[in-house]
């Protein structure tokens, strides 16, 4: 299971969205949240499903990688189907016993829940499997850059966040190396009840923050030896431009959302 966290890793390519200027992508992986959420029917989230769908495809990311990135929030979305079976009433009755009652409105509004948040990992993992992390941090200033009248520091921010996203995979693998230690040594992670395992989960934890500290240190003493200042004199080694695919993205994704609208309208919400 932890190998198969894959926030903030990168797959190399030249395909289109690879191309792609990275504030246009963060602005579009932004708008396809607040578009998700917008969705009131499956034929609204089934065009949204077929942007996404466009999108990896062309993207070229293998699905093997995009299924990976599925299995971490896989009982999330077990957790929430259940939730909606039990707790969402209307519609015809398949199932009554004792207590339990599921209706076709709960079996629907469970389909709909798991597709968006499906969706939306998708989306999200995209960005990052498409953007290196230098050239998202670039992205995120130039976005943020209003905020500088407000005296706030967002080039600081910005590589705050793209240092985060940049040691997941970095922090992955020292989980997974010191699980393996810790096994090697006859400790059991993997027996026993709920606390059992919580304390187990001890002697892992302790290295691995120990470990981030350290490795945070060095990080922050390699920037100041280098003159690491940011501010605003700071130049970038590209420049980012918006090119035709940008804006022919841009149009696709406008005509999606007037979609939506649309299908909302004529056609009976789910949830």
């Known amino acids: 299971m932890i190998k198969d966290i894959t926030i903030g890793q990168y797959y190399s390519g030249n395909s289109v969205i690879h191309r792609m200027d990275a504030r246009m992508k963060i602005v579009l992986t932004l708008a396809y949240i607040v578009s998700i959420f917008v969705c009131k029917n499956f ?18 990311v293998p699905v093997k990688m995009l299924l990976k990135s599925l299995k971490p929030v896989l009982i999330i979305v077990i957790f929430t189907a259940v939730l909606n079976i039990f707790y969402t009433t209307g519609g015809s009755t398949l199932v009554e016993w004792r207590f339990i009652k599921i209706t076709s409105k709960g079996v629907f509004s469970a389909i709909f829940m798991s597709a968006r948040i499906i969706a939306l990992i998708v ?3 995209l960005l990052t ?13 130039s976005l943020l850059s209003p905020l500088k009248i407000f005296h706030i520091k967002v080039n600081t921010f910005a590589m705050m966040l793209t240092l985060a996203l940049r040691f997941v995979p970095t922090l992955i693998e020292e989980i997974d190396r010191i699980m393996n230690a810790q096994k090697a040594r006859g400790a059991d ?20 923050f120990i470990s981030s500290f350290r490795r945070a240190y060095d990080l922050a003493f390699a920037m100041e030896c280098r003159c690491y200042t940011g501010g605003d004199n700071r ?30 309208h004529f056609f009976k919400p789910v949830i």
Do not use: H, Q, W
Not at 45 to 55: D, P, Q, S
Not at 129 to 141: C, D, F, I, N, S
């Open 43 to 60: 034929i609204s989230l089934g065009a949204m499903a077929l942007f996404v769908i466009i999108t990896a495809l062309l993207s070229r």
């Open 129 to 141: 499997y498409t953007t290196t992390p230098t050239v998202l941090t670039g992205a995120l200033e």
């Open 235 to 264: 130049t970038s080694m590209k420049k980012m431009k918006l090119a035709g695919r940008d804006l022919g993205a841009l149009v696709f994704y406008i005509v999606m959302l007037a979609a939506i609208i649309v299908l909302n």
């Open 123 to 125: 989306c999200s993992s």
């Open 189 to 208: 992670l993997e027996s026993g009840g709920l606390i059992s395992r919580a304390k187990a989960l001890v002697p892992i934890l302790i290295p691995l």
